[in-house]
């Protein structure tokens, strides 16, 4: 079974400094997404960034950026000039392209220092 | 467009009380979610529907059942709630298998006593 780890429960940051959030999976699908989900005091999901497995250039939203090793399994996201509106929950999800859910990490609860 | 709702956003229930919750989606997706979040645990799969009248058990699936009779509406019923289920609950669409994300619904926020 596919399995997605996210091993910081906790990361702190200064306002704007940049913050690298990490993310494992483990699958031997080749076909796959992966994702990272904001999730803010108001619960509300919100998708911060996508990546195709299939595409090596690495995934660009403004100032979040993935570090995507597909052969490592690794799919980090960087934070780049922290602002105090990105403290919330960040959680890592998989979804590969024959099974239609998504698997969900632990989270990462991010705090901004001003 | 309103995208995922949810009803209602918060209930207390009694132990052994039942209830449903209403997800609707107007985006004319195919798939829908319901998934429920704890703390440490991230989102966990409860059931799944791939289309009108299909649904599925997900990681979790004990102690819930759901229909889909309208391709717009997902309902998740509780017949008997227990305090393990007290949790937020998520609903969830997706347009096709090889779409991309999902998209979710605000959340209710379930406490069974």
């Known amino acids: 079974a596919q399995t997605v780890t996210q091993s910081q429960p906790e990361m702190s940051v200064q306002e704007a400094e940049t913050v690298t959030l990490s993310c494992t999976y483990d699958?031997?699908?080749?076909?796959?997404?992966l994702f990272w989900y904001k999730q803010p005091p108001s619960r509300q999901m919100i998708l911060v960034i996508r990546?195709?497995?299939?595409?090596?250039q690495n995934a660009t939203e403004n100032r979040f950026s993935v570090n995507f090793q597909k052969a490592a399994k690794s799919f980090s996201l960087k934070i780049s000039d922290s602002q105090l509106g990105d403290a919330a929950m960040y959680f890592c999800?998989?979804?590969?392209?024959?099974?239609?859910?998504?698997?969900f990490g632990a989270g990462t609860r991010l705090t901004v220092k001003p | 467009n309103a995208g995922v709702t949810q009803t209602p956003k918060f209930r207390v229930l009694k132990t052994g009380q039942s209830m449903t919750l209403l997800c609707a989606q107007d985006?004319?997706?195919?798939?829908m979610y319901w998934y429920r979040q704890d703390p440490g645990m991230g989102l966990r799969l409860i059931h799944y529907?791939?289309?009108?009248?299909?649904?599925a058990k997900g990681e979790v699936p004990d102690g819930y059942n759901v229909s889909r009779l309208k391709k717009q509406n997902f309902l998740l019923g509780l017949e008997s709630a227990a305090p393990s289920q007290t949790s937020v609950y998520f609903c969830?669409?997706?347009?096709?298998?090889?779409?991309?994300?999902?998209?979710f619904g605000p959340g209710t926020r379930l406490t069974v006593t």
């Open positions: 999800a998989y979804r590969s392209a024959s099974i239609v859910y998504m698997r």
């Open positions: 699958t031997s699908e080749s076909d796959y997404y």
């Open positions: 990546q195709e497995a299939y595409k090596q």
């Open positions: 985006m004319n997706h195919e798939y």
């Open positions: 529907s791939v289309g009108e009248g299909t649904t």
């Open positions: 969830a669409s997706l347009l096709g298998r090889f779409v991309g994300e999902q998209y």
